[in-house]
Nanobody, 123 residues
Framework: VQLVESGGGSVQAGGSLRLSCAASGNTFGLGPMAWFRQAPGKEREGVAAIDGDGSTTYRDSVKGRFTISRGNAKNTVYLQMNSLKPEDTAMYYC???????????????????WGQGTQVTVS
């Protein structure tokens, strides 16, 4: 599975951005997909995840501000980010290829496939 993100950029605090991630290759039965982020000097952290049935999970700091969704073909995932804060600044990564589920849908250890990332900067 190959993942390509787009939609990052620079925005002022309080603004919005919409990230997109398109999966290609062997996408049959693609399970949960997720967005992660990593700021300089910090560990990669799970932001939001969505199952094949549409159920969603968010980290507490983005609840009520971010919305994850999937396209009709299930191989595209979006992250709508509203009310952005400077602390949201990071490289954002799309992930797929869910593994065991033991660590949870927001653990980076649970995903085998990663995109190249798209930078989000909030000032």
């Amino acid at each position: 599975v190959q993942l390509v993100e787009s939609g990052g950029g620079s925005v002022q605090a309080g603004g919005s951005l919409r990230l997109s991630c398109a999966a290609s290759g062997n996408t049959f039965g693609l399970g949960p997909m997720a967005w992660f982020r990593q700021a300089p000097g910090k560990e990669r952290e799970g932001v939001a995840a969505i199952d094949g049935d549409g159920s969603t999970t968010y980290r507490d700091s983005v609840k009520g501000r971010f919305t994850i969704s999937r396209g009709n073909a299930k191989n595209t995932v979006y992250l709508q980010m509203n009310s952005l804060k400077p602390e949201d600044t990071a490289m954002y990564y799309c992930a797929a290829g869910f593994l065991t589920g033991i660590a949870g849908v927001l653990s980076p250890d649970e995903y085998a496939n990663w995109g190249q990332g798209t930078q989000v900067t909030v000032s």
